[in-house]
């Protein structure tokens, strides 16, 4: 299958993000509790971000209420119903592997976009199989929300690690679409050339990249106001969490293993 194949429901995309440089290991209460804090999200535009760890708290309660139906109640968001555009990343060990993310450019109320696409990058990203039981307590979540869209002059009109970007180009009789969110060309040490030529391809160019076919792109730029949290810090701020071992379920008592 093509790996960067975009998803049509709702203008839906697969993205591309490598690991974060950090891993975040769950040590003491206290040192767990700093870091929630420090993973308050900071937005790119002002200081009051949209984006919040109870929305990392709300994915991790929608993947678990879908493997454990019968033992879990039915997860209830806990922030606000606004609209966005957004994705959300699921990662996966010490590492923290890319093992799910999909996102729409399509405006979606909070509490419907969060779950819908909580699921859909956890057990729908065609990359990857979909994340097992016994995965869980392994996984990492960031929500994404998109905000500030502008039009570039050209396709160098935005700025590394600033700026997420959204290009159309024509290949062939077809139009074609791929985004890269704000911290790919940065994580993977990319000048903006290399990024532009990176993100033809992940919209599916196979011939030759020209700089007529450049100068031809259609740059849209974007930030990105962000949470993350591990499932460390996840249980942390739940009561009654289940602990994820080979696909069995049973109650926490003294916190994560």
Request: proline fraction near 4%.
């Amino acid at each position: 299958y093509n790996e960067y194949k975009s998803y049509l429901r709702h203008g839906s995309m697969e993205c591309l993000t490598k690991k974060r440089r950090t891993q975040q290991s769950p040590s003491s209460s206290a040192t767990n509790k700093k870091k929630i804090k420090e993973s308050q999200p900071r937005s790119s535009s002002n200081n009051m971000s949209k984006a919040s760890v109870e929305m990392c708290v709300y994915c991790f309660d929608v993947i678990i209420a879908h493997h454990f139906r019968s033992k879990v109640e039915k997860p209830s968001p806990n922030f606000d119903n606004d609209s966005y555009p957004l994705f959300v990343t699921w990662t996966i060990g010490k590492e923290d592997r890319l093992r799910g993310c999909i996102g729409t450019f399509s405006s979606l109320s909070l509490h419907k976009g969060v779950k819908e696409y909580a699921l859909t990058s956890a057990f729908n990203d065609t990359r990857f199989d979909p994340i097992p039981k016994n995965e869980i307590s392994q996984l990492s979540v960031t929500v994404s929300l998109l905000v500030d869209f502008e039009d570039g002059t050209d396709y160098l009109d935005w700025d590394i690690d600033i700026h997420g970007i959204k290009i159309t180009f024509e290949s062939g009789r077809s139009s074609r679409t791929a985004t890269f969110l704000p911290d790919v060309a940065r994580e993977e040490g990319w000048t903006k050339e290399e990024t532009i030529d990176a993100l033809l391809r992940k919209g599916g160019l196979r011939g030759n990249i020209t700089q007529t076919l450049k100068d031809s792109i259609k740059l849209v730029r974007y930030r990105c106001e962000k949470a993350a949290m591990s499932f460390a810090e996840y249980v942390k701020v739940k009561q009654n969490v289940p602990e994820l071992l080979n696909g069995s379920y049973v109650a926490v008592e003294n916190g994560c293993h």
